[in-house]
């Protein structure tokens, strides 16, 4: 096993510092995590605190776990996909593809050609001709455009982002009134 960097004193820093190490590839998908006495004897906690941090790191789904035969990291979910096709004259909005005919009329043909090609599918796979335009046209704004996501809407950002910066269970700060849904992304605790 690799030599690991973990720090903390507490089950959420030990999760951060982890997972941390997993986003850095420093624990790649398939990776042993140490055992849990040995992780606490070297981070000078309870082993229930380490094994809490585990439990986290679980229940977010970024390892798992097999009893005696240790811990590991979880390699990238499967992308969901459609079991269903939309009846005949609907649209199917649950998947958050772009209708191009439904877009304002673009502006030069640039923006014509670009979005005459597919928009669907992982566009952060590939450098789409509709992302190297929005890059190029955040740049000429005088914006960063060195991290661009696609999503398909609001509250996929939203949880998105929750996703990469919170843990099930963690408190959440949501304005009051809100959009309704956002109440109810994942299993986080708003407050």
Not at 44 to 55: C, F, S
Not at 83 to 104: C, F, M, T, W
């Amino acid at each position: 096993m690799p030599l690991l960097f973990v720090e903390g004193s507490n089950a959420k820093d030990i999760a951060a510092s982890l997972e941390y190490a997993m986003r850095s590839g420093a624990l790649p998908p398939g990776a042993t995590l140490p055992p849990v006495r040995q992780l606490a004897v070297e981070l000078g906690v309870n082993p229930n605190t380490v094994a809490a941090a585990y439990a986290r790191l679980r229940g977010a789904g970024r390892v798992l776990t097999a009893g005696r035969n240790g811990t590991r990291v979880a390699g990238e979910p499967p992308s969901p996909t459609p079991v269903y096709a939309a009846p005949e004259g609907l649209r199917d909005l649950a998947g958050g593809q772009v209708d191009a005919s439904l877009l304002p009329r673009p502006r030069g043909q640039a923006w014509a050609n670009a979005l005459a090609q597919p928009l669907g599918g992982d566009a952060s796979a590939g450098d789409t001709p509709l992302l190297a335009l929005a890059r190029d046209w955040l740049l000429g704004q005088g914006l960063p455009a060195e991290d661009m996501g696609v999503f398909s809407g609001a509250l996929d950002a939203i949880e998105r982002a929750l996703r990469q910066h919170a843990r099930p269970g963690d408190r959440v700060g949501v304005e009051d009134p809100c959009w309704p849904p956002l109440l109810g992304v994942s299993s986080f605790s708003v407050q």
